[in-house]
């Protein structure tokens, strides 16, 4: 299981933390994903990390700005948002991918960022 949590409302220009704590399978094992979606979008791909290695990909739309990191101790994995546009305004999802397919999905938390 995934829960994310951390999403609320910020002015343009602030920071959020979104975490996502996991359970029910070996953290070690799996990279965990960020996703976004934007009402009337797709669903974006925001960053990605390796649990096991530490590797991260980060989306363009958001180099420079967002940070993903692990707790390997808890299991969890966070995802720093400083420099927040309102472009950012979406449900985040969090999700653990095992090899190419991600086979388990969090609830999604709302980030609204106000101009």
């Known amino acids: 299981q995934l829960q994310a949590s951390g999403g609320g409302l910020v002015q343009a220009g602030g920071s959020l933390r979104l975490s996502c704590a996991t359970s029910?399978?070996?953290?070690?094992?799996?990279?965990i994903g960020w996703f976004r979606q934007a009402p009337g979008k797709a669903r974006e791909g925001v960053s990605c990390?390796?649990?096991?290695?530490?590797?991260?990909y980060y989306a363009d739309s958001v180099k420079g700005r967002f940070t993903i990191s692990s707790d390997n101790a808890k299991n969890t994995v966070y995802l720093q948002m400083n420099s927040l546009k309102p472009e950012d305004t979406a449900i985040y999802y969090c999700?653990?991918?095992?090899?190419?397919?991600?086979?388990?999905w969090g609830q999604g938390t709302q980030v609204t960022v106000s101009s």
């Open positions: 999700a653990a991918r095992l090899g190419t397919r991600y086979n388990y």
């Open positions: 990390i390796s649990a096991s290695n530490g590797r991260t």
């Open positions: 029910g399978f070996t953290f070690d094992d799996y990279a």
